[in-house]
């Protein structure tokens, strides 16, 4: 009964791959959300999606592209995988936009080789 | 600007009091969060508080926000091994408030 679940947990790949990282949440949530932690334990926000649709996107190479097939899911597509997109990459979910408590998944530790 | 800072390292004995620092640069930001990190695992909502509150308290943990000087601070008390984690602070954005920023964490160590 995990509330936001991400698959892969581990993610080790070759530099210029293309690979996925799925999010689930069974929260009833509509608003779904991407951040990177780098190894200095920062934390930034990449994406967010309400009802399926984009609402932040923030500063990221378009190499990143988040799909939300439905408002449970927020997937996120990296094609041509660098070095520098090794970090922590963790889902979230809120129930609705605004200042509502978001829920974080365990993360998916991505290294690029 | 976005800054929102904590010091990196906190280290205590098991039984005392924890209090963790954090200085955020945006005045009207609206909420304001604790998130805990423990090894390996994904963050946890510890707490939150509303700008409009000066304190709020949650069994062990006691959120203070001085509104003036911009800092918010969380007060663990009678620390536990368990609570040995990373601790972030979080703004909410005015305008965006889907937005969180981030502190930089701080590592809470707690020895026996």
């Known amino acids: 009964d995990t509330a936001v679940s991400q698959t892969p947990k581990y993610l080790v790949t070759q530099m210029g791959n293309d690979k996925s990282i799925k999010c689930e949440q069974n929260l009833g949530h509509d608003t779904m959300y991407w951040y990177k932690q780098d190894s200095k334990k920062f934390l930034k926000i990449m994406f967010s999606?309400?009802?399926?649709?984009?609402?932040i996107n923030e500063t990221v190479p378009n190499r990143f592209s988040p799909k939300s097939p439905d408002k449970a899911h927020l997937n996120l597509h990296i094609n041509s995988l660098e070095l520098g997109d090794s970090a922590v990459y963790f889902c979230?979910?809120?129930?609705?936009?605004?200042?509502?408590?978001?829920?974080f998944g365990p993360g998916t530790r991505l290294t690029v080789l | 600007g976005e800054d929102v800072e904590q010091s990196l390292f906190l280290s205590v004995r098991e039984g005392d009091s924890s209090v963790i620092n954090c200085t955020y640069t945006d005045s009207s930001s609206t909420y304001l969060y604790w998130y805990k990190q423990e090894p390996g695992a994904g963050l946890q909502l510890l707490t939150y508080i509303f700008s409009n509150m000066d304190m709020k308290q949650d069994q062990r943990l006691t959120v203070l926000l001085n509104k003036k000087d911009k800092h918010l601070s969380l007060r663990i008390a009678d620390t536990q091994t368990g609570d040995s984690a990373i601790y972030f602070c979080?703004?909410?954005?005015?305008?965006?408030?889907?937005?969180?920023?981030f502190g930089t964490g701080t590592r809470l160590q707690v020895f026996p």
């Open positions: 979230a979910s809120s129930k609705g936009t605004g200042a509502d408590t978001q829920y």
């Open positions: 999606y309400n009802n399926k649709e984009l609402i």
């Open positions: 979080a703004e909410s954005q005015p305008l965006n408030t889907d937005k969180l920023i």
